[in-house]
């Protein structure tokens, strides 16, 4: 038998899973936290991804390895190789004001889509090195070289030799704004933009399977990705299939064959895994509502459950905006929560908790509205990720959705996809191996479009 792992270093933490190669059945897994803060030096990330690779004990057998990774940190190198400063994850929005700025600089929202396919947020890595020339000029001056966390961590397996060796792959780079999906290359005039003048070089972009080294124990080290073009590949998502991430962020993405190109900058021109591209809206606030609600109402996850389901629909007109972070889409970084619609009559923690659930689908949905308004088909919703537990969240969504939603068993979907990348990478064949899909439950109801109507009624009140 012949195994592959796959490697998922996300914002809260690092999963490595081994799988069988041919069929993708999990033979065993580990698992280590990552420091809680948007700031975190990469380091970090290695002691983590040691102590996941022994809880799974060991990689010693493993054939191949790919490593997929939250998108958009900014890992800056200077002439030694060393870590210039801790890298700044895509939840930091210090950078607002600088994405701000840049998008002035090029002539607006609708020069950034032509040129990237992605408009500058505050999560954009484009952004931080904007932040990074202005508010730390000697650092942006000590940088020779720019990387994300999982050409970083890539890097590290294969034994971080020199900066010249370092890869990425189409998914992840098309998060960074200086590299465009739609025609897979650099931009290094945009690059030098956010550094005042400054250049920087930038890792390799390999092919989807094209082997990119070898790992101290001797395995072959796939191109790896960004952490929801992992996903997606792990799910086998085909067009027609929209995607729906319920994590530390939201994500509605979905398979396509055409570049999207969105003045408004709700949709990012991200590419998939495979050599396709990866139409996607992103949200700041997903599975920290559900999180943030239960602490609040002092009650763990299946009681939050219980009670949104105990609710009426709608609330009885009780609305929550969960912008608890600020939100990327709509793009507010300043913006708070806010609660609408408050009276006596829906003054009870089932209504809160039902309100908390819709707020967050709501917005979710609106993900899927900008999908469709850039020709994205949907034909079937996907939802996956850490809230996906939530039989609230599966039973709500589809009234809030207005289609059939589709739940594949929860599993570590991001470092699957990973493995299924080393795992073709191993195989070398045109496409990647067929892996076994988990089983999935399938839930209906009928739309009520009065939960969007009122949700969009005060949407637009809250702080931005």
């Not at 689908?361 to 809230?387: F, M, P, S």
């Not at 969504?397 to 990348?421: D, K, N, S, W």
Request: with cysteine; glycine share 10%.
């Amino acid at each position: 038998m012949t195994l592959v792992a796959g490697i998922d270093s996300s914002t809260q933490a690092c999963k490595v899973i081994v799988c069988e190669s041919d069929t993708g059945e999990t033979v065993r897994e580990g698992r280590a936290s990552h420091p809680d803060a948007t700031e975190v030096a990469p380091q970090e990330w290695a002691k983590a991804l040691d102590t996941a690779i022994a809880a799974a004990g060991g990689l010693d057998d493993v054939a191949a390895v790919s490593v997929a990774a939250q998108q958009h940190g900014m890992v800056c190198l200077d002439d030694t190789s060393s870590v210039v400063r801790p890298a700044l994850l895509w939840n930091d929005t210090r950078s607002a004001d600088a994405a701000a700025e840049l998008v002035d600089d090029l002539g607006g929202a609708g020069s950034w889509a032509e040129a990237v396919g992605v408009v500058p947020v505050a999560s954009i890595t484009i952004s931080k090195l904007r932040w990074l020339a202005d508010f730390e000029p000697e650092n942006a001056d000590r940088t020779t070289v720019v990387c994300l966390p999982h050409d970083w961590l890539g890097w590290q397996l294969a034994g971080a030799a020199d900066p010249s060796t370092l890869s990425t792959d189409r998914g992840d780079a098309s998060g960074t704004g200086y590299f465009s999906a739609a025609t897979d290359s650099y931009r290094p005039d945009l690059l030098s933009l956010a550094l005042r003048g400054r250049t920087a070089e930038l890792p390799r972009v390999a092919g989807p399977a094209e082997q990119i080294g070898e790992t101290r124990w001797g395995a072959a080290l796939g191109p790896g990705s960004g952490d929801n073009a992992a996903a997606t590949l792990a799910l086998d998502a085909r067009e027609g299939d929209v995607v729906v991430s319920v994590g530390t962020s939201g994500v509605v993405s979905a398979v396509s064959a055409t570049p999207p190109n969105d003045p408004g900058g709700f949709v990012a021109g991200f590419a998939d895994a495979t050599g396709r591209q990866l139409p996607l809206v992103c949200t700041l606030n997903a599975a920290r509502v559900l999180d943030a609600t239960a602490s609040l109402l002092g009650v763990d996850h299946d009681e939050l459950s219980r009670l949104a389901l105990s609710a009426p629909c709608g609330s009885e007109g009780l609305v929550m905006v969960p912008y608890l972070e600020g939100e990327r889409t709509p793009n507010r970084p300043r913006a708070t929560a806010s609660v609408h619609g408050l009276r006596l009559a829906n003054s009870t923690p089932a209504h809160l908790a039902r309100a908390a659930i819709e707020g967050l689908l709501c917005g979710l949905a609106e993900g899927i509205d900008h999908l469709a308004a850039q020709n994205v088909t949907v034909r079937r919703i996907l939802l996956v990720g850490g809230g996906a537990r939530s039989q609230a969240l599966c039973k709500l969504a589809p009234t809030v959705f207005g289609a059939p939603v589709l739940v594949p068993r929860p599993a570590e979907y991001v470092a699957i996809g990973a493995g299924r990348q080393a795992a073709w990478t191993l195989a070398g064949t045109p496409e990647p191996p067929e892996w076994r899909q988990a089983p999935a439950d399938l839930y209906e109801a009928d739309p009520v479009p009065a939960v969007r109507l009122r949700y969009s009624e005060v949407r637009d009140l809250t702080d931005s």
